[in-house]
C-alpha cells in the first residue's frame, strides 16, 4: 500500500495528463489511468529516497548521544530520573 503522500506526489505529477484525459478529453482515460500507474511506484522510491536522505542522524548528535551515554557509565548512574 502507498502512502497519502505519495498518492497526492503521483497526482501532482501526472496532473496534466489527468486534466487532458478529464476536460480536455484529448486523450483516453485509461491512459491517464496507466500514466498514474506507473508515475505511483515512481514516485514512491523518489518519495523513499528522500526520506531516507533527510531522517539520518547527524554525525554531532550521535557523538554526544554517545558522550552521554558514556559519562552516566563513568558516574555509576543508570539515566533514570
Known amino acids: 500500500m502507498f502512502r497519502g503522500s505519495v498518492i ?3 497526482l501532482l505529477v501526472n496532473a496534466r495528463t489527468i486534466w ?3 476536460y480536455l478529453q ?9 500514466h498514474f500507474l ?3 511506484p515512481i514516485c514512491a522510491v523518489l518519495l523513499w529516497i528522500l526520506r531516507v536522505t533527510f531522517n539520518r542522524p547527524t554525525p554531532a548528535d550521535s ?7 558514556t559519562e552516566h557509565r563513568a558516574n555509576g548512574s543508570r539515566g533514570l530520573p
Request: aromatic share 4%; glycine share 0%; no cysteine.
Open 8 to 10: 497526492l506526489f503521483a
Open 20 to 22: 487532458q484525459a478529464l
Open 26 to 34: 484529448t486523450i483516453s482515460v485509461e491512459t491517464a489511468v496507466i
Open 38 to 40: 506507473i508515475a505511483l
Open 63 to 69: 557523538a554526544d548521544a554517545a558522550d552521554d551515554a
